[in-house]
């Protein structure tokens, strides 16, 4: 049997790097007789078509990052909210792939006829613009790129940016056209995708990070023969410690070589540079819970004090 992957990412990113890994595990523990076929970004459509292919049976797998899936799942949302998640991605590490928060979500994927494998980290997300953003004023009539879904676009304006939603293989002509003006990604996907090229600064607010999720169609997952199902089920366990360190090295290395092959100028905000956007995000959460109701506010409030607890039992 063949096993279609589809990523929203092109060859050699975070993604691409997971899928291999995958592919890896998958036939070995099959002996080959499952094959798993890997589509970067680009063969088959943007990510809001590689779901719906999912949907479709067109493809076994896929990645769905909550940035474009919000429009369909609203309590995904969460992760594009800014300043939830920990400043120590160890804790985010335990969080994200705590089976509780996999409960919150997995009937919400059922209902869109899908099955949630995993939800992946993928490092910090970093603006870049073509001017320096150090403060909210800063971001004062800023086009922002921002991925499709509309409770991420609610993130820019409450810092009083005119976000504009579109597909990422659109980023780039966008930036060098001009009809955005910045843009936020991981830096791995800044380097790959040629962001830097066209942009002058690049700020590191640590406000989020870049969270997607794995998915499966779910009659076709239901419908496994176990030997099978136990072969996904390990890989995918079994590719949390691979993924965490993998998007590490990812991002540190891109990063040395942006700066080999550019003079974009870096900003690292400080700690009151961070309060500043940490206080303007908060009404975002409100918005957050209107679109996604009750279970929304189960899901900030279930994550919010996971990450709180988290923290106290790493300090100790
Ligand atoms: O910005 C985006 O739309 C995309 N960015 C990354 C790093 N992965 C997938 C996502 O679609």
């Known amino acids: 049997v ?26 070995k523990a099959s002996d080959g007789n499952i094959k798993v076929e890997i589509y970067p970004y680009g063969s088959l459509g943007t990510s809001s078509q590689l779901t719906e292919l999912v949907q479709q049976g067109a493809v076994e797998l896929a990645f769905a990052s909550p940035g474009h899936l919000a429009s369909v799942i609203p309590e995904v949302g969460v ?43 993928e490092g910090w997300m970093v603006w870049t613009g073509n001017k320096a953003l150090r403060t909210p004023a800063d971001f004062e009539d ?45 830096i791995f996907a800044i380097e790959e995708m040629s962001f830097y090229e066209v942009q002058n600064y690049m700020t590191m607010a640590h406000h989020a990070q870049f969270i997607s999720t794995v998915i ?28 965490y360190k993998k998007q590490e090295e990812f991002n540190q ?13 870096i900003i690292t905000l400080t700690d009151e540079q961070r309060e500043a956007f ?21 899901v900030l409030d279930t994550i919010t004090s996971m990450v709180k607890e988290k923290e106290a039992e790493m300090e100790q």
């Open 278 to 298: 940490r206080k303007a995000s908060m009404p975002v959460r409100d918005i957050y819970i209107k679109e996604a109701g009750d279970r929304g506010k189960k």
């Open 216 to 243: 499966a169609g779910k009659d076709w997952y239901d419908g496994l023969p176990d030997d099978q199902r136990k072969i996904l089920d390990d890989a995918r366990d079994n590719l949390v410690d691979y993924i």
């Open 253 to 265: 290395k891109r990063l040395d070589k942006i700066k080999e092959n550019s003079d974009i100028k």
């Open 142 to 186: 800023f086009k922002m790129r921002t991925m499709t879904s509309p409770i991420l676009t609610e993130s820019y304006k409450a810092y009083g940016a005119n976000p504009t939603p579109m597909p990422y293989s659109e980023v780039y002509s966008g930036l060098q056209l001009k009809q955005i003006d910045g843009q936020v990604n991981p």
């Open 79 to 121: 992760f594009t909210l800014h300043f939830v998640l920990s400043d120590d991605n160890d804790v985010n590490k335990e969080v994200l792939s705590s089976d509780k928060v996999h409960d919150l979500f997995a009937d919400r994927y059922n209902s869109q006829g899908l099955e949630l494998l995993s939800i992946v980290p």
């Open 2 to 27: 063949t096993w279609r992957f589809a990523l929203e990412e092109i060859e050699g990113s975070v993604q691409d790097a997971y899928a291999k890994e995958f592919k890896k595990e998958v036939e």
